[in-house]
């Protein structure tokens, strides 16, 4: 692309018209006015509710599910299992290990089981609690630890290790050699949820052209579209996916949410369908940000200047892959910081258990690996009697200098500008720390 | 004394887009009306971080229009292109650049024709706000509307599109080495806590965000996504923990999934570094991600620098934060 323009002219004022200028975001006056039409807003004439029936155990052989009872809640009119859909039972991000509906096993408790849509959410909600599911419990794999344990039950086909990345530069042995120091952690990150204000929500129904159309609070409508397509048995180009205005994503959304379920249940009564997530469905079902174990050792110089960086990185994708494996390789790729490490060991193991599943989340790994990172850094500092700020000047990245992976920087390398920010932030505030 | 303050610092860097050989693309769709308003088709979402808002900026200051005529209709599979995911903080810098390649073209269209109105070379000519320029003049010599109607009177071509690529390879499958992403993000935090001895409760006094946002295509929009991710870093590190039993949540619901609330979020100083980069649009580059990464790592290190005890499992709660202090008196190793 052509290189912007520098140049003053007579007609403008600096040296772009619009360009650093913070006009009103173009959507802030309805929000702001409460005009805005989020998917909760939105009515159509026969519209009815949705409500999804979770499995509750985290793994389970299903023997069966009797929906006999929920059938006859005055007002029900559909209740769906995964016999109901009329195509591909399979949908997933990377690999295709999702149910649309659960169909042989349970592998989180958060599995879909059936669909309800009814008259009222009321109606809904009886429904999915008349539904009786005969479930024979299986040894669930909990943790990274269980995952790793050869003896654990495999939740896929393939095993529960899914992947292993390595990231290798220099030579670990002269890197040890050339240490002065050398800080030795293990870091455990949590589950986290995104907890948009908004949850999951979406709006369907069958457009006078014969065009299922699907309106949801969604990061990618065209990825939509290329999973919605297949499990309902529709040519994607009769499928049409909206971003309705949506309160928040932050990753969450850009999997698969409420919008085959919704769009399936729409086919199936011929009536526009709306699917909303409860919060408390919000917190269980879905992907969120995965708890990684991270066992870090890094060495520096007593000048200050690292040495290696030696990490293994577990992360616990749960039942569903979603984009695990490309959070955890990030993780890896990530995990040497903004940083100039001349030898590199970092091994990343992306791995299945019968948790909640994780996938994008704000930070995409990155956020995990900075935890241990920043950390160790700290750590070294201490040990050397440097300051947290002088030690990360020492060793930032900058224009001609490699990444973990070797990537040379150009001109827009900016770690360095953004510590000296805090520092002379700091410096002009009369902020010390308290131990160096 | 039972309460001690300390202050923590983190960095980060943050690869921009996809990776990994994973198709990175953004595009847009672009016409001017009889009327010389612009609409944009861009096939980007936006969450509420203001990617439309971004692609209404960049669209105004290539065609020369004035923001208030653009309108933007944002990620419908009928009406726009596809453009990837609003996710790894890339819808700026990947969709900039398809809307920029898109307005650049309607402008040179609009330009060909204002040349052949008044008999000049479309090079001598530019467009602001509105109005067709000779290229240093203080006075217009006709407005866009003006051209674009004489466009569609002449049946020209009056839109177009745009659409850019920035996917990279994948790195090596044994090293790992390669130019895994386009650019990086780059950020800075400093965090100031209070930890009660007592309680083991840390409190935010205050956090300083310097984000490398490239150039600022909008600088409140950056902030607040400097603003939202400090506050979500807030959660991250201290409160917000889903407890699964047996697989089974148990904090299904808000009373017990803890966010941070206005009570808990500090101050937030802003501090936006503009460190050009010149595979971004206009220099620009993301910053949704690298705005929340830096804050845990700070919190954590503020946490060490006030009471000298490293916390090394989030979050630090303070159920956590006061066992560690009390191991640490049991040993001997702590100075109330």
Redesign the interface.
């Given at each position: 692309m052509a290189q912007p323009e520098q140049v003053t002219s007579a007609a403008q004022s600096g040296p772009y018209d619009w360009i650093g200028s913070s006009v009103p975001k173009v959507d802030a006056l309805d929000k702001a006015l409460g005009i805005t039409q989020y998917v909760g807003d939105m009515q159509m004439p026969g519209m009815l509710h949705a409500r999804i029936r979770w499995s509750g155990v985290p793994h389970a052989v299903i023997r069966g599910i009797d929906t006999s009872d929920a059938e006859k809640v005055p007002g029900v009119r559909a209740v769906l299992t995964a016999g109901d859909i009329p195509g591909v039972n399979r949908y997933g991000l990377a690999v295709q290990d999702q149910r649309v509906l659960a169909d042989d096993k349970v592998r989180s408790a958060a599995d879909p089981v059936a669909l309800v849509a009814a008259e009222t959410e009321q109606a809904a909600e009886e429904a999915i609690n008349k539904i009786k599911l005969d479930l024979e419990p299986l040894r669930p794999v909990l943790s990274i630890e269980d995952a790793l344990d050869p003896t654990a039950p495999a939740i896929h086909e393939g095993g529960n290790l899914f992947a292993r990345t390595t990231v290798r530069k220099g030579d670990l042995d002269q890197g040890v050699r050339d240490s002065d120091v050398i800080v030795e952690t293990t870091y455990r990150t949590h589950l986290m949820d995104h907890m948009a204000m908004e949850t999951e929500s979406s709006l369907a129904y069958m457009d006078p052209t014969g065009v299922l159309t699907i309106i949801t609070s969604t990061q990618y409508p065209y990825r939509d579209r290329r999973q919605i397509a297949p499990a309902l048995n529709l040519s994607m180009n009769k499928v049409r996916v909206v971003q309705a205005p949506i309160g928040g994503g932050f990753g969450r959304k850009d999997d698969i949410t409420s919008e085959i379920h919704a769009g399936l249940l729409a086919l199936k009564t011929h009536r526009p369908v709306r699917l909303i997530y409860t919060r408390q469905d919000s917190l269980i079902a879905n992907t969120k940000r995965h708890p990684m174990l991270m066992k870090f050792r890094t060495g520096a110089r007593s000048d200050g200047r690292l040495t290696f960086v030696d990490a293994d990185i577990y992360g616990d994708t749960g039942a569903y892959l979603s984009l695990g494996a490309f959070v955890i390789k990030k993780a890896g790729i990530h995990a040497c910081g903004p940083y100039d490490v001349p030898n590199i060991r970092v091994d990343t193991h992306t791995l299945y258990t019968n948790n909640l599943s994780s996938g994008a989340m704000r930070g995409f790994g990155v956020l995990q690996a900075a935890m241990a990172h920043e950390s160790q850094m700290d750590q070294l500092a201490h040990r050397l009697g440097i300051s947290p700020i002088d030690i990360r000047l020492i060793n930032t990245l900058k224009p001609g200098l490699a990444t973990g992976t070797g990537q040379v920087m150009d001109e827009g390398c900016g770690i360095e500008a953004t510590v000296l920010r805090i520092k002379e932030y700091m410096e002009s505030h009369d902020l010390r720390f308290a131990r160096s | 004394m039972t309460k001690?303050?300390?202050?923590?610092?983190?960095?980060?860097?943050?690869?921009i887009g996809y990776?990994?050989n994973?198709a990175d693309i953004g595009s847009a769709y672009i016409e001017m009306a009889d009327d010389g308003t612009t609409t944009v088709y861009s096939?980007a979402?936006?969450?509420?971080q203001?990617i439309?808002?971004v692609v209404?900026?960049?669209a105004?200051?290539v065609v020369?229009a004035h923001?208030d005529t653009i309108r933007?209709v944002?990620?419908?599979?009928?009406s726009t292109p596809?453009a990837?995911?609003?996710?790894?903080s890339r819808a700026t810098f990947v969709q900039g650049?398809a809307v920029?390649?898109a307005a650049?073209d309607l402008h040179d269209q609009l330009m060909q024709t204002a040349a052949g109105m008044f008999e000049c070379e479309k090079d001598e000519l530019?467009a602001?706000?509105g109005?067709v320029?000779l290229?240093?003049?203080?006075a217009?010599i006709a407005s866009l509307a003006e051209v674009a109607a004489r466009v569609h009177l002449l049946g020209g071509r009056c839109a177009s599109w745009g659409w850019?690529d920035n996917s990279t390879a994948d790195?090596d499958p044994?090293?790992?080495?390669?130019?895994?992403?386009a650019?990086?993000g780059?950020?800075?935090?400093?965090a100031?806590v209070e930890v009660d001895t007592e309680t083991g409760h840390v409190k935010v006094l205050k956090i300083?965000s310097?984000?490398?946002a490239?150039?600022?295509?909008?600088?409140?929009?950056v902030e607040g996504q400097i603003q939202g991710?400090a506050a979500?870093g807030v959660?991250?590190a201290l409160y917000?923990?889903?407890i699964?039993d047996?697989?089974?949540?148990r904090?299904?619901?808000?009373a017990f999934?803890l966010?941070p609330t206005s009570m808990d979020v500090p101050e937030i100083?802003c501090?936006i570094?503009e460190?050009?980069?010149?595979?971004?649009?206009?220099?620009a580059?993301g910053i949704?991600?690298p705005a929340?990464?830096?804050t845990?790592?700070?919190i954590?290190?503020a946490i060490?620098?006030?009471i000298?005890i490293?916390i090394?499992?989030?979050?630090a709660t303070p159920e956590r934060v006061f066992q560690a202090i009390q191991e640490a008196r049991a040993r001997g190793e702590f100075e109330d």
């Open positions: - | 001690k303050r300390g202050l923590g610092v983190g960095s980060m860097f943050y690869g990776g990994f994973r096939g979402c936006d969450m509420g203001g439309m808002t209404a900026q960049v105004a200051e020369g923001i933007v944002a990620a419908d599979t009928t596809d990837g995911p609003t996710s790894g650049i920029h390649e650049s530019e602001h706000n109005d320029y290229k240093g003049a203080n217009p850019h790195v044994e090293t790992s080495q390669g130019d895994a992403y650019s990086y780059w950020a800075t935090q400093l100031e300083v310097a984000t490398d490239g150039k600022a295509i909008n600088p409140v929009a991710g979500m959660g991250y917000e923990q889903h699964l047996q697989g089974v949540p904090t299904d619901s808000m999934y966010v100083q501090e570094v460190v050009f980069d010149p595979k971004g649009p206009f220099g580059k949704a991600e929340t990464v830096p845990t790592p700070a954590l290190n060490y620098d006030a000298g490293r090394t499992d989030t979050p």
